[in-house]
């Protein structure tokens, strides 16, 4: 976790046509809501009535996606150690951005510009620094990010973020995949790769904690109220479905969970940064009316 103090609550507000976005910039630079009129768009909150980042309407996942193994991996021949930061997992997760305190250093009524400059710690010990642009339009959320290595090594980067959308009677799920990493139940870790001829199904018949490769065109999310069009400069796709909670997950992915601890982990999409190098990424929500 985080060594820094709490930061005050802190909530900005987006607006633009019939969109509203709030943004928590000292809450893991998070978006706690995004309304259309006073449909909730994303699984969505009122900012300052948020405790905790889990879950939000969306969160930032840097300087890697979903789980490092038991908190540690190999990187050019040295043990590389993190720590366990996901309640009573062994694993790490989803990087450190989300349980950081994210500085403003732009605000206006339809854009928030956020920077992160962190400082090699037991949560990851390479210095970075990240920043995210979030947009507003009549019809569109656009979130950009990038990360720069500013440590003297090179480092293992990884992007993505983790949007929740709020499950609905007709919710339903297109997506065009062509490859799913199954998971071994007892660890959560993936295993082995295998066929997925695309995703088109109600989320209520859906049961994926999966990640996805092949991920082509965007992916469309309905329901009886909400027409959704997710697209993102990056290849892959985690889809989170579970049956006993009130939402689900479609997150753009820069790299397949848990790549650190791959015999090749640049060939599942891990980049090498070297010291100055920069990697960056977006993703794009476009939001009608059913």
């Not at 633009?16 to 006073?38: K, S, T």
């Not at 009573?88 to 605000?107: K, L």
Request: with cysteine; glycine share 6%; hydrophobic share 35%.
């Amino acid at each position: 976790m985080a060594s820094s103090e709490p930061a005050a609550p802190h909530a900005l507000e987006l607006r633009a046509g019939e969109l509203r976005l709030a943004v928590r910039p000292d809450l893991g630079g998070c978006l706690a809501g995004l309304w259309l009129g006073e449909l909730p768009v994303l699984l969505s909150a009122e900012p300052l009535s948020m405790a905790s980042v889990r879950p939000s309407a969306s969160y930032p996942l840097v300087p890697y996606s979903n789980r490092i193994g038991y908190a540690h991996f190999r990187w050019h021949g040295h043990d590389v150690r993190t720590r366990p930061n996901f309640g009573s997992s062994p694993h790490s997760v989803h990087g450190v951005g989300w349980q950081r305190p994210w500085q403003v250093d732009e605000a206006t009524d339809t854009q928030v510009r956020l920077s992160l400059d962190h400082r090699p710690d037991a949560d990851w010990p390479f210095a970075f620094s990240c920043e995210q642009r979030i947009s507003l339009s009549a019809d569109v959320l656009r979130l950009d990010m990038s990360i720069t290595n500013t440590d003297t090594r090179t480092q293992p980067a990884g992007l993505g973020w983790h949007p929740y959308f709020g499950k609905r009677a007709r919710s339903r799920l297109h997506a065009e995949v062509s490859q799913r990493w199954e998971s071994d139940a007892s660890t959560e870790l993936p295993t082995r790769r295998v066929a997925q001829s695309g995703i088109d199904g109600d989320i209520a018949h859906l049961a994926f904690d999966h990640c996805f490769e092949g991920w082509t065109g965007a992916a469309r999310i309905r329901d009886e109220k909400l027409s959704l069009r997710l697209t993102s400069s990056l290849p892959y796709l985690v889809v989170y479905t579970p049956q006993t909670k009130p939402y689900f997950c479609v997150e753009p992915v820069s790299h397949v969970s848990n790549a650190h601890q791959m015999a090749e982990p640049l060939a599942h999409g891990l980049r090498e940064l070297q010291p100055g190098e920069r990697f960056s990424a977006w993703m794009e929500l476009a939001v009608h009316r059913a």
